[in-house]
Structures are given as structure tokens and as C-alpha cells.
């Protein structure tokens, strides 16, 4: 068999990471994999690069039209909105690639727009690692039930009118779902029933299959050795907080974790130091906090969950966040809002602490009770571990991806 992934980027970003890690763990069950993406990032010979020299010096135009798009929009707010109708014709080189499926993964940002989308000649499934799939632009839906119909009257355009942009680029991608028919994998049980509600795929196949985490890169370490080798106070009660663009991107929660971290300080608990990744500087938080900036290599971002007591994880609004699945793979309990496919991962009170969405009193509440009882957190940490174990590797995962894959060619035939 051979499988083509199609991920905008290699390394980053969350749907990048997921998507190689699956790309890698199919590789090892024997698949003829490749991951095709703008730009290599690593030497990697399994992974291919659509744009040369000329094509990254040109892609910044190509980029425009899908950026000045939503901007003609004065009160458009400050999330994502990408509405992909701009040609770049990436179906001509996707289909000079060998492939029996095509696997899309997170496609946005003039990479594949609706246009090239319904032209696929092969097999498609595509993963949704967020909503931008089943909408006409959104890539988080913040309330909006507008994907139901045919968008429009867009609240994140600020649009007053049923025919915007949001309408027209949904026009487009209900055009390409009628041509190229994709199997839709969502990775969270939430999604699932979004994508089943959606208007633009209600004629799809939608299955749930959740993202897998590679154990053997993220496994428990001794504590006590993590924070020597990040020279973290070896006494103190550690809180960790890490995102991409950790505390620029509001929906990643900076601030509930603040005014989190403010209940706990306020509630009398002391020695606490505050650890960030995916930051250099931010407001600054009640506690002792130690930024170590950005971490690309899994040895440092496994030292950083296993210093940590607990991962704090404040999203607005999320699918299957791989640092959730990464913090339980080290046994590293988890405190949360149970939002969007947190639930799924993180098992209320034992293996971490879900608050009602976005009371930041409650989460605190979930931060103090993972960090009171030594001998509860390192039971928690046990049970994370076994979790991840028996649910989540990557090996179970993509093996469950390979059964469909089957099953679309064997039916194909």
C-alpha cells in the first residue's frame, strides 16, 4: 500500500506532529508512506517537498490573497479564518505522486485549497484536527452553530450579511466534498458529532479515531533528576503550562491561568514555581516562573513533564491536544477545563482534574488537589501511564488508521 500524507507543515504546529507521528509509526508496520508539506524542515528522506527555491520566494504571493481575504472585514477578531479559494493548482503534483490513498491532515493556510481538493483522483481521508474542515473559514467555532447550515453572517467576520465570505467558501468546499467523497477521521469524540451535524459533511463517512503519542519518547523520569538537568527547585511544588505560542494565542488560555493561579495563591498554598514552554516572557503569573522558551527536541519537552506536578492545560478550545497526551504518557497528571476532546484523555479525578469550562475558581481547585497528597499524585501518575499504554500509543493507532485504509481499498475494488 502506498499512503500520502498532506500536512501544509512538517514539524509545526499540533496537526504537524500528530500527522508525523502517525507517518512514522506506519512506516514501521511496513506502509510506503510519505509526507508531503510546503517546505522540508528536517532531511528525512520520507517526507517530500511540493515548493523548491523559486516556489518558497513565490508563496508569499500566493499566501495573499487568503490573508487580505478576511481583513476587508473591519471587525474581524484575531483568530484564524483561512477561506482557501485561491487556485494553486497542488493537485497536478499531488497526482504525479504514487498512492493508492490520500490522507489529509490540516491543509490550511494556501496549501490545498477547496479547488484542488475536489480535483484528489485517489481515495481520500482526512483527518480534522480542528474545525476548519466542516466550516466556511473558522478554524475554532467559539459558540457559532452557523457550520450547521451554510454559514454566513459570519460572527468572527463581524458580517452582517448571509452571503460573506464564510458563505462563499463554503459554497466551494461543499462543491469539492460532493467530487473527491472523503472518509473523515476526527480524532476527538466532540468532533465526531461536530462533523456528523455539519452541513458540508453530512454525506461523509465520519469515523473516530483518536491521536497517539510515541510512549517510548515520553516516559517517566525520576523527578528529582528532570529538574537537576533543567535546574528547577528541586523542594518545590512545580506547575507546567506549554503551547505553542503559549501566551500570544489567546485561545490557549494565558490568562484563566493567571487568574487560576491567583485562587491558589490566594487559598494560602505556598511554594509553588510556575514552569512555561512555548514562551520567552509574559504577564506576569503569582508565583516563582521559569520560561524555558521554546522546546523542538522530545528529550527537553519530556524533562519538562516529568519536573512538573502537574500540566496545565487552560485552552478555550480544543480537539485532542498532543500536550495532554504527552503530560499522561510521563505520568504527569493533568488539570483542565473539560472542554472540547479533553474529556476523552483525562479521567476526572484520576487521572487529573476537569473543571467546568472556563471557571478559573474550580481549576484551581483541580491544580491544589493534584498537588496535596503526594502519595494520590504519584497513583494518578501510575494510572496516566497505564492509560496511554493501553488506549493510546502511536503502534494502536496507526494500526487502527491501517484497518481503515484496508477496508477503503478492499470496498474500492
Known sequence: MKLLHLNTYEKAGGAAIAANRRHQA???????????????????????????????????????????????????????????????????????????????????????????????????????????????????????????????????????????????????????????????????????????????????TVKHIPNGIDEQQFFPVQKEIARTLLQLPADANIVLFGAMSANSDKNKGYDLLLSALQHVKNSGVKNIHCVIFGATHGEPLPFPTHYLGTLHDPVSINLAYNAADVFVCPSREENFPNTVLESLSTGTPVAAFGIGGIPDIVSHTKTGYLAPAYDTEELAKGISFIMQDTVRLAEMGKVARTVIEEQYTIEIVAKRYLELYESILENRV
Open 26 to 204: 506506519l512506516l514501521k508496520l511496513g506502509v510506503d508512506s510519505t509526507l508531503a508539506v510546503v517546505g522540508k524542515e528536517t532531511d528525512d528522506p520520507t517526507v517530500h517537498s511540493f515548493y523548491g527555491k523559486i516556489g518558497k520566494v513565490l508563496r508569499p504571493f500566493t499566501q495573499a490573497p487568503d490573508y487580505i481575504l478576511p481583513r476587508l472585514y473591519r471587525g474581524k477578531d484575531e483568530t484564524l479564518f483561512s477561506p482557501a479559494l485561491w487556485p494553486t493548482f497542488l493537485h497536478r503534483k499531488i497526482a504525479a505522486l504514487p498512492a493508492d490513498i490520500i490522507q489529509m491532515e490540516w491543509i490550511a493556510d494556501s496549501f490545498l485549497p477547496a479547488s484542488s481538493i475536489g480535483k484528489l483522483n485517489k481515495p481520500v481521508v482526512w483527518t480534522l484536527q480542528d474545525a476548519w474542515g466542516l466550516t466556511g473559514g473558522c478554524h475554532i467555532l467559539k459558540g457559532c452553530e452557523g457550520y450547521k447550515a451554510e454559514c454566513g453572517n459570519c460572527p468572527q467576520l463581524s458580517s452582517r450579511r448571509s452571503t460573506d465570505l464564510s458563505r462563499i467558501a463554503w459554497r466551494a468546499k461543499k462543491r469539492a466534498y460532493a467530487k473527491c467523497k472523503p472518509v473523515i477521521v476526527t480524532p476527538s469524540k466532540r468532533m465526531c458529532r461536530l462533523a456528523k451535524e455539519s452541513s458540508l459533511l453530512c454525506d461523509c
